[in-house]
Each structure stands twice: as structure tokens, then as C-alpha cells.
């Protein structure tokens, strides 16, 4: 096997490893794929535009891995965060049954940024192999500007109206509170 294909290997089973724990820690009645079948399924509404949106993000970003050269280790895991970002964001936001976070929470704005400018960032850092241009460049590119329009149009449509400053400082204050009580039971 290529080291690429083990990086990617191993990516995946790091990313098991923080989905799996959370989910035996759960009542084995709360855990149903059906739930998990309709949180992955499109929404309706102006939530299908984000959900096309997102998937057109995921699929791009997986194209985008594998088409970045060897060696480019850097480049890999940020393409590989953008595609577990975009999973994140499909599964964990919303008013269905798995979603946690809701659209003025203070997470969504990492994520989202995170989604914009992590492809901009590996198009700008992709190495020439041999003198030629990496086939990564213009799919990364791509996916930069698809993941500027998600994070504008989430802001545009979802956050824009509904989020006052009274509602984010009580979802930070909720946030930073959920992070130590979940940090102290670790502890």
C-alpha cells in the first residue's frame, strides 16, 4: 500500500475512534439508523440548499485527497478536516433528532470558516511534482470557493435574522459551560 493510502487509513480510524466512544456511551434503545439514515438524507425547504451544497462539498473534498500528491502530509489532513467538517455540519446542525447544535451557536463559526478557508489555504501550498502542476490545485480551488459560498450563504439565510446579541452571548456562556462540565466528568 502507498503511505498516502495508509495515512488515509489511519485518518479514518482516528475519526472512529472520536465517533465511536460517544455513541456506546448512549442507551443501546437511543441508538437507531434510522435516525442516522434521516439526519445523513436531504431536508426540505432552505435546508435542502445547504444539504446540496454540503454534499457537493464532501464529495469534492474526497476527490480533492486523493488527487493531492505524496508527501504533501499538511495539505492531506486539511482536505481531511474540511470532509469531516462538512459530515459535522450535515449530521450535528439542524432540527432533526441527532442535531446538537443549532444555527447561532458559537461552533458554527469555526466550522463554517474552517470549510471556507482551509481549501483556499491547500490550494496556495500544493508543491509542483516534477515540474508540473498538482492535479489537487483547481478542485482545491473549487472547493475553497464553494465552501465561501456555504459559509455566506449559511450566514445570509439561516444566522442573519434569527441570532441577536442576547442569543449569542447566552450560547457562548451554554457553550463554555457544557465544555467544562464535560471536561470535568473526563477528569
Known amino acids: 500500500m502507498k503511505v498516502r493510502q495508509l495515512l488515509l487509513l489511519g485518518l479514518f480510524a482516528l475519526l472512529i475512534?472520536?465517533?465511536?466512544p460517544p455513541a456506546l456511551?448512549?442507551?443501546?434503545?437511543?441508538i437507531n439508523l434510522d435516525d442516522i439514515i434521516n439526519a445523513l438524507g436531504p431536508r426540505s425547504g432552505d435546508q435542502l440548499i445547504f444539504d446540496i451544497i454540503l454534499y457537493i462539498i464532501f464529495f469534492l473534498a474526497m476527490i480533492t485527497l486523493f488527487l493531492i500528491p505524496d508527501?504533501?502530509?499538511?495539505?492531506?489532513?486539511m482536505i481531511f478536516t474540511v470532509l469531516t467538517l462538512a459530515v459535522v455540519s450535515k449530521l450535528l446542525v439542524g432540527d432533526h433528532n441527532?442535531?446538537?447544535l443549532q444555527a447561532c451557536d458559537l461552533p458554527m463559526l469555526p466550522i463554517n470558516a474552517?470549510?471556507?478557508?482551509?481549501?483556499l489555504?491547500?490550494?496556495g501550498m500544493l508543491r509542483s511534482v516534477k515540474g508540473k502542476p498538482p492535479k489537487a490545485?483547481?478542485?482545491?480551488?473549487?472547493?475553497g470557493l464553494l465552501g465561501g459560498g456555504y459559509f455566506f450563504l449559511f450566514w445570509a439565510l439561516e444566522q442573519r435574522n434569527e441570532c441577536n446579541n442576547a442569543d449569542v452571548v447566552y450560547n457562548i456562556y451554554d457553550t463554555l459551560e457544557f465544555a467544562s462540565t464535560y471536561l470535568t466528568t473526563m477528569l
Open 137 to 143: 490545485r483547481i478542485p482545491a480551488g473549487i472547493l
Open 17 to 20: 475512534l472520536f465517533v465511536v
Open 114 to 119: 474552517t470549510i471556507f478557508v482551509f481549501p
Open 71 to 77: 508527501k504533501q502530509l499538511a495539505a492531506q489532513i
Open 25 to 30: 456511551a448512549q442507551d443501546v434503545d437511543d
Open 98 to 100: 441527532s442535531a446538537i
Open 121 to 123: 489555504i491547500v490550494t
